[in-house]
C-alpha cells in the first residue's frame, strides 16, 4: 500500500503546484463578507447585497464549479487552460448587471452553467451519442439538477422558481441569444478565453467593451474594427480549441472512460452530475481496468494516435461552428460584420465549411 500512497501523494502535488502557477490566468476576484460579496472581473467591480444572490454565490454547488475546468478534460490533455466554470459563471453575471437587466436574468446568468457534469460538455457523453448533442445534455438537465441540488429551495425562499430564471426564458435577451448574435454567454467565454490563451490582453478586452453596448434587446458594436477584433477570436477558438480534432478525440475517448468506469461502479451517475474534474480524473488515473487505462493513454498521447488524411480515413469528426457575426452600428444603418468587412467573411465562411465537413481522421496503430 506503500508505494500506492507515495504515488498518489506525488501525483497530487504535482497537480496542486501545476494549477497553482496556472491560476496566475484568474480573472475573477470574490471577497465575502458578513453582509456584502464584492466582486472584480473584467466587466467591473460589484458590490452584491440582494439576499437571493449572497446565497446562492454561497451555496456548495456554486463552489463546485471552482473545480469544472471549461474545457474539460482539454485541461489534463491538450492545454492546461485555467479557466474554470466559476469564472465564466461569475463574468456572465458582472456583465449581465453591467447592464443593469432585471435581477431574475441576473440569477438565470449566475446559475446558466451550474448543471454541468463533470468535464463540462464531456460528461454529456455519458448519455449522449456524439459531442454535437452532449453540448445539449447541461440544458436539459438544468430543472433538475437546480431541484436536486438544492437550489431550487433557495430560489423558493427568496419568492423565485427554478422555471422563473432557467438561462433560455426567451425574455433574457441579453444573457442568451442563438448564432450569430452575441449574447452575454457568448461574449464572456470569448473575451476570458482569449485572454487565457493569449489571444487577447486585458487592455485589448477593456478596449472591446468600451465599444460594446446593449440596445433594444441586442449586443451590438459602434466600431468594426474591434467587432472583427473580438469574433476573430471565436473563429480561432472553433477551429483550434472547441472545435478541434484533437479536442474532439480526447472528449471522445474519455467519454467512453466514464462510460467504463460507470459500468463497472468505480463511479457513480451522482459523481458525474454533482462531482468535480479533479475526483474524477484521479478515479481513472488510478484504476486498474485495462481499457480505461488504454484510454487515458491515448488521451495523454493524442498526437501520436491519429492524422487528417482527406484521402484514407477511418471516420469523420464533427464539431458546432461557433463563430460570431456580430452587428454593427453605421452611418447606414446595423449591418453584420460579414458585410463590411470582406476579410473576415471570407475567414468567418471558411472556418464555418472546415467544421460541416469535419476533420477526416486516419488512426494509427
Known amino acids: 500500500m506503500l508505494p500506492q500512497i507515495r504515488a498518489i501523494n506525488i501525483y497530487l502535488?504535482?497537480?496542486l503546484t501545476f494549477s497553482t502557477s496556472l491560476f496566475s490566468y484568474n480573472t475573477v476576484t470574490v471577497q465575502d463578507f458578513q453582509d456584502h460579496i464584492d466582486i472584480t472581473t473584467f466587466y467591473g467591480n460589484f458590490t452584491i447585497?440582494?439576499?437571493?444572490l449572497l446565497d446562492l454565490l454561497r451555496c456548495p454547488m456554486m463552489e463546485r464549479l471552482k473545480k469544472i475546468h471549461q474545457y474539460g478534460p482539454f485541461y489534463y490533455t491538450v492545454r492546461p487552460v485555467a479557466y474554470t466554470r466559476y469564472d465564466h459563471s461569475i463574468g456572465v453575471f458582472a456583465l449581465?448587471?453591467?447592464?443593469n437587466v432585471s435581477l431574475d436574468e441576473q440569477v438565470a446568468g449566475l446559475l446558466h452553467d451550474i448543471s454541468h457534469t463533470v468535464f463540462s460538455h464531456c460528461g454529456g457523453l455519458v448519455f449522449r451519442s456524439t459531442i454535437l448533442e452532449a453540448d445539449?445534455?447541461?440544458d436539459d438537465d438544468h430543472l433538475q439538477f437546480l431541484k436536486k441540488s438544492g437550489i431550487d429551495t433557495i430560489l423558493r425562499r427568496h419568492g423565485f422558481t427554478s422555471e422563473q430564471v432557467h438561462p433560455k426564458n426567451s425574455q433574457f435577451t441579453a444573457l442568451e441569444r442563438n448564432l450569430p448574435y452575441l449574447c452575454a454567454d457568448r461574449i464572456e467565454y470569448n473575451?476570458?478565453?482569449?485572454?487565457?490563451?493569449?489571444?487577447?490582453?486585458k487592455d485589448d478586452i477593456q478596449a472591446i467593451l468600451r465599444h460594446l453596448c446593449f440596445e433594444n434587446g441586442i449586443w451590438i458594436f459602434d466600431d468594426a474594427a474591434m467587432a472583427k477584433k473580438f469574433a476573430s477570436i471565436s473563429l480561432w477558438k472553433t477551429e483550434h480549441t472547441w472545435g478541434s480534432a484533437d479536442n474532439i478525440m480526447v472528449y471522445t475517448w474519455i467519454g467512453q472512460a466514464l462510460r467504463q468506469a460507470l459500468s463497472l461502479g468505480l463511479i457513480s451517475m451522482d459523481t458525474i452530475l454533482y462531482g468535480t474534474d479533479d475526483e474524477v480524473w484521479q478515479l481513472l488515473h488510478f484504476s486498474t481496468d485495462p481499457m480505461i487505462q488504454s484510454l487515458?493513454?491515448?488521451s495523454r498521447n493524442y498526437a501520436h494516435q491519429y492524422e487528417i488524411n482527406t484521402n484514407r480515413y477511418d471516420t469523420i469528426l464533427y464539431a458546432k461552428f461557433r463563430g460570431i457575426d456580430p452587428m454593427v452600428k453605421t452611418d447606414a444603418g446595423t449591418r453584420y460584420l460579414t458585410e463590411l468587412d470582406g476579410q473576415f467573411k471570407e475567414q468567418y465562411n471558411k472556418t464555418k465549411a472546415l467544421m460541416k465537413a469535419g476533420w477526416p481522421i486516419k488512426f494509427v496503430s
Open 49 to 52: 447585497t440582494e439576499p437571493v
Open 136 to 138: 445539449l445534455q447541461q
Open 96 to 99: 449581465l448587471r453591467s447592464i
Open 13 to 15: 502535488f504535482l497537480m
Open 296 to 298: 487515458l493513454h491515448q
Open 191 to 201: 473575451l476570458n478565453g482569449g485572454y487565457q490563451e493569449n489571444l487577447l490582453t
